[in-house]
């Protein structure tokens, strides 16, 4: 099998134990995310970053991560934010989010270790941090929307 046909292989298998069904059964809940697009759904489990602290330490450190697992950084207030990968170990997707919960701007495969500032662009209230390579291979874009209870109800392009 080709690497391209091995490819949607696993991005179909992903969406199939992550995908719609999942989405339905599991709105809204602090652990988990649910994505979607044009391409269909997906569900991550998450852990929330919504404090200095935990923003500051974010997935350094971590050898490995599950595959349907990620970060969600939660700011206050929409602004410009920047990543760099300092003590992180494993190659990232950083998925930089209005505070709609819509997709703005998409960092693929960042370089483990490497300083070199990830800005996200203006006015970015969520930074969603998956595995490296993932977002590509799910099929996520630039509009894609997210579900999660930090997004306040009023505002969210896809509410809980």
């Known amino acids: 099998m080709g690497s391209g046909c091995q490819a949607k292989l696993i991005a179909f298998t992903f969406l199939s134990l992550f995908g719609t069904a999942a989405v339905a059964e599991n709105s809204c809940r602090e652990d988990s995310l649910a994505v979607r697009g044009d391409w269909g759904q997906a569900r991550f489990s998450v852990e929330v970053a ?63 270790l490497d300083k070199s500032p990830i800005y996200g662009g203006d006015n970015i209230q969520y930074v969603l941090e ?16 997210i579900q999660h209870p930090s997004i306040e109800k009023e505002y969210a392009s896809w509410p809980c």
């Open 50 to 112: 919504d404090d200095k602290v935990e923003r500051a330490q974010g997935l350094m450190h971590r050898e490995s991560m599950p595959k349907s697992a990620g970060m969600l950084f939660v700011y206050p207030e929409p602004q410009v934010v920047g990543f760099w990968m300092e003590n992180t170990l494993i190659p990232l997707d950083m998925l930089f989010l209005d505070s709609t919960g819509v997709v703005q701007k998409i960092h693929s495969n960042a370089i483990p």
């Open 130 to 145: 998956i595995n490296g390579g993932l977002s590509n291979l799910i099929g996520i874009s630039v509009g894609s929307e």
